[in-house]
């Protein structure tokens, strides 16, 4: 399967590093071919056929590199994540573009507790080709920047929610209800961010408008 790829937050010295786990993924999604109609046995006589396909065909690449699957991010609440190798974590989302939103939150769990250094996430770069029966549902799975303009700072520095971000109840209690909430001030002027900082981040990352408050 063809596929590009896309780093964000990562420089050359951490993908030097992380070598290794980086040219396994390529790997894996090399071996796996691109078919319209994608079948795939699991050797338990029950063939499945494209989105479960996929998903399956990912699922046996990374157990053959000896990957760590449904990774244990936190017990409670239960945060499973997909592969794991070393401090690599990685998930297959050829599914419900509104799940894309409960990757990203492992990742940023994962990355403040220090449990992960390289979050990747693999998506079709045409999912209205890959999902022709329901293009709304998965409109924005290719749009890999959109988790770093999911949220931004106003004026008043309270937390803002693009209007384009949406999901499900998992959606509404980990990112809109933050929606307005106020940050608490730093405890000195000189830490605060700059205008011209918070000025960049709305005009250059996030994806507004920003949703009422």
């Known amino acids: 399967m063809k596929f590009k790829e896309k780093y964000f937050h990562c420089g050359d010295f951490l993908q030097n590093s992380l070598k290794s786990q980086i040219d396994e993924?390529?790997?894996c999604v090399s071996n796996i071919r691109w078919e319209p109609d994608f079948n795939f046995d699991p050797n338990n006589g029950k063939a499945l056929q494209h989105q479960r396909a996929y998903n399956k065909a990912f699922e046996q690449e990374f157990f053959n590199f000896d990957w760590e699957q449904q990774p244990v991010l936190l017990k409670n609440p239960r945060l499973i994540g997909g592969f794991r190798k070393g401090l690599v974590f990685l998930e297959i989302q050829f599914g419900n573009s509104a799940t894309l939103y409960r990757d990203y939150y492992k990742f940023q769990y994962g990355h403040a507790n220090g449990l992960l250094s390289l979050a990747v996430l693999i998506v079709p770069t045409n999912p209205s080709e890959f999902f022709p029966t329901r293009p709304s549902s998965v409109i924005n799975m290719a749009e890999f920047d959109l988790a770093m303009g999911?949220?931004?700072?106003?004026?008043?520095?309270d937390l803002r929610v693009s209007e384009k971000a949406h999901g499900t109840d998992f959606f509404d209690n980990m990112v809109l209800k933050f929606n307005g909430q106020q940050l608490r001030n730093p405890i000195r002027?000189?830490?605060?961010p700059k205008n011209e900082y918070l000025d960049w981040h709305v005009s250059e990352v996030f994806h507004g408008p920003m949703r009422e408050k």
Do not use: A, M, N
């Not at 999911?150 to 520095?157: A, G, H, M, P, Q």
């Not at 002027?189 to 605060?192: D, E, P, R």
């Open 150 to 157: 999911l949220i931004t700072i106003d004026d008043s520095f």
């Open 189 to 192: 002027k000189s830490y605060y």
């Open 25 to 27: 993924v390529y790997q």
